[in-house]
């Protein structure tokens, strides 16, 4: 079947190599996956990472996976494919919306990052724990550094709508953090926290903050 039948764009979003050590018939298995994203009217879908509202969140819309296809091949094989939550493009709204220029989102981007993260957002752990406090004296200080800057089609919930999502163009903000517990931060490869977050999306349209999480 080909990726086009399945509404991926023609080129892969991400790849990831590794080489892993594995008990099959005593071989090395060199393995990697290649990510694909939906694209529409030309432009992609913006990778967001795994996310999809969360159940402790209130909504008021639809609750569905970004829909991704992941394709693994191993020893020059093709050995697993995975397509997550398919969809289909029912409307288009406008084809003309005016948006906003990237020096307006990044002024965004940058004054919502130094309003909302503190330290405390920082460490993960919740105000609510009787140990906050005590978890917050750990640290000195903390970093995030963005190295991902990406523009493309974002999911928003439609209110009162549970079956179908709007796109948006959007520019998200990814990268990773460290806090400081008095030893210093280092971004040297062997120390770098692998997780990735998204800090930011900012709506082109209307400069609006969308969370990713939330679907809104």
Not at 5 to 34: I, N, P
Not at 50 to 56: A, H, L, Q, R, Y
Not at 176 to 188: N, P, R, T, V, Y
Not at 203 to 212: C, H, K, P, T
């Amino acid at each position: 079947m080909h990726l086009s039948s399945l509404g991926a764009y023609g080129k892969a979003a991400d790849a990831k190599g590794r080489q892993r050590e594995l008990v099959e018939e005593g071989e090395d298995v060199y393995s990697y996956s290649f990510l694909y994203l939906p694209s529409y009217q030309g432009l992609e879908m913006a990778w967001t990472g795994n996310t999809i509202p969360s159940g402790t969140e209130e909504h008021y819309g639809a609750v569905y996976l970004n829909e991704r296809l992941t394709v693994t091949v191993a020893n020059q094989q093709i050995t697993r494919v995975v397509w997550r939550g398919p969809s289909e493009l029912v409307a288009v709204e406008n084809l003309q919306v005016q948006l906003i220029p990237f020096e307006e989102a990044w002024e965004l981007f940058q004054r919502q990052m130094q309003t909302e993260y503190t330290l405390g957002k920082l460490t993960r752990y919740s105000p609510a724990n009787a140990d906050y406090a005590q978890e917050l004296a750990r640290y000195t200080g903390g970093e995030i550094f963005v190295d991902q800057i990406s523009y493309g089609y974002v999911r928003i919930q439609i209110p009162d709508n549970y079956e179908e999502f709007r796109l948006v163009p959007a520019w998200c903000f990814q990268g990773e953090e460290q806090l400081d517990d008095g030893s210093g931060i280092s971004w040297e490869d062997g120390t770098r926290r692998r997780q990735r977050r998204v800090y930011q999306t900012v709506n082109a349209v209307d400069g609006s903050l969308i969370d990713v999480n939330r679907g809104y």
